[in-house]
């Protein structure tokens, strides 16, 4: 009768062919003559050793299987070249990944040339402030020829009237005090060979030496007009006490204000301009006029010959 044998004696041989597909066959041997019995999956055959190292065995012989399939088919295409992480060279390749052709630049991105593929190079913008300088200079330099031109044209048309004068002629009498006759009567023979013109007409200028207190008088109503020759277009006294004798009693006669046309010792000569009976505008101007034409250097000269300083 054979004896049975014992769990620690009997050794179990498992193969598993595929753990996905859900077929376990599973064979046991229990008999030392060699008959092998089914064993299901979850059935326990009493042995002491696992189903997983046999597991990770069958797992790492599948691995070097597919790679040995892998390394032959490699040699069978030579030029064929795989890339570590990837089972397929033969895809497009992104903007960043060699091919071996030639690959896409990015917008921005350098060639190697001069220009920059995918980007407009910036304009250059022009500086305005220039052209505005020059403008500018421009119209200062064409108002400065237009006013010179303006002032020439100006002084030819009174130049031409003068010569003409076609406006007619006014007379200005001046009275003045005797010690400044002499340099007032050459400025007047000057003014009346200009043929100067006042408000379109030639004003002829005539001078005539009184004492300040003789026209004073009359000018005041203490004496008659006809002492003087008539009321006077300007006088010229020696002193400025004169002129406020006059403000003061015949405010009314006085036609610009007295201004200094020279200076004595004890002498301001102020010269004003008169208004009244028989003195129309165009005289009145002329007489103002008259007292800046004194105050220029040349009549200023014949004050100083005469030993009168000048204003």
């Given amino acids: 009768m054979r004896r049975e044998e014992s769990a620690a004696e ?9 753990d996905t597909s859900g077929d376990y066959p599973i064979t046991a041997r229990n008999e030392p003559s060699g008959a092998f019995r089914a064993v299901g999956r979850g059935e326990n055959t009493g042995s002491h050793r696992t189903l997983e190292r046999e597991e990770a065995t069958d797992s790492e012989t599948t691995s070097r299987r597919g790679r040995r399939h892998r390394e032959a088919a490699d040699d069978e295409n030579p030029g064929r070249r795989r890339v570590p992480g990837r089972s397929d060279t033969t895809a497009p390749s992104g903007k960043s990944e060699t091919t071996g052709s030639h690959r896409t630049l990015g917008k921005g991105e350098a060639t190697g040339s001069h220009r920059i593929v995918g980007k407009k190079a910036p304009r250059r913008r022009i500086a305005t402030w220039p052209i505005a300088c020059a403008v500018l200079a421009a119209l200062i330099g064409l108002g400065v020829i237009g006013w010179n031109w303006a002032d020439s044209e100006l002084n030819s048309r009174a130049e031409a009237q003068a010569a003409s004068c076609s406006g007619g002629t006014s007379q200005m009498r001046i009275l003045v005090t005797p010690s400044v006759q002499k ?30 207190a003789q026209v004073l008088d009359a000018l ?10 008539g009321l006077p277009a300007a006088w010229l006294p020696e002193s400025s006490y004169w002129v406020s004798e006059l403000t003061t009693k015949k405010p009314e006669m006085i036609g610009s204000p007295a201004q200094s046309v020279a200076s004595a010792r004890s002498a301001d000569y102020p010269f004003i301009g008169l208004t009244g009976q028989g003195i129309d505008d165009t005289v009145l101007r002329a007489a103002q006029t008259f007292r800046e034409y004194l105050e220029q250097p040349p009549q200023q000269a014949d004050f100083a010959a005469a030993g009168i300083k000048t204003a």
């Fill in 10 to 18: 009997r050794t179990e041989v498992i193969t598993r062919h595929d």
């Fill in 220 to 229: 005041v109503g203490r004496t008659n007009l006809d002492a003087i020759g």
């Fill in 183 to 212: 340099p007032v009567t050459a400025a007047a023979d000057r003014w009346n060979q200009a043929a100067t013109v006042v408000h379109g007409q030639c004003v002829h200028v005539t001078v005539e030496a009184k004492p300040s």
